[in-house]
């Protein structure tokens, strides 16, 4: 079983590369963002709970964010293993995570960050914005708030996994293949 763990600041290209790698290693891809949105276009309790935060470019509370994800892992009990993308952005996320997992007789593989630059990322963001209709992606200093958040609360976890030693990280700048590529590289090492 292959569980992945996909980090990066918004826009650094973690739900375009999990297309790829869901269908070769055969995993199954759970992106809170989308579970989050699918459930703010259907009006779900939860979908208004979480609109208020996402709207903002802030973190959804660890809670309601750690409940749902493992909500949709039990939804795939035939999975090879799973694609986090987006999920943990908190210790206290990432520490439940290994908890649930851990029940389950499962463990996380590896991490993978891909990493940019801000500006960079600003940029493919915005221009996300003219199509994808996230207000989040529409406004600079939501971006900003996005990538603050980030940095104050996702960023350690890299000391976190790389005292399991399962932290890696690539430059995500270049084409999609050359993306991929050296995921799989990555990957295929673990
Ligand atoms: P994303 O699609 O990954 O860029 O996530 C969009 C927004 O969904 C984030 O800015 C948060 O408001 C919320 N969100 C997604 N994943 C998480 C998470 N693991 N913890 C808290 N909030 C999250």
Redesign the pocket.
Known sequence: MINLVLFGK?GAG??TQAEFLKSHYQLVHI????V??YNIKNATDLGKL?QS??D???????EV?INM?EAEVEKNPAAKGFIF??????EA?AKSLDAFLERKAMSISGTIALEATDDELVERLLKRGETSG?P?DQDESKIRN?FD?YNQKTAPLRSFYTAQNKFHSINGIGSIEEITARLMTVIDAL
């Open positions: 918004p973690k739900g992106s809170t963002g989308d989050f949105r979480a935060y996402m903002k470019g802030d973190l959804v509370p660890d964010t994800l993308d987006g999920f943990p952005r908190t996320q996230r989040d996005r958040e």
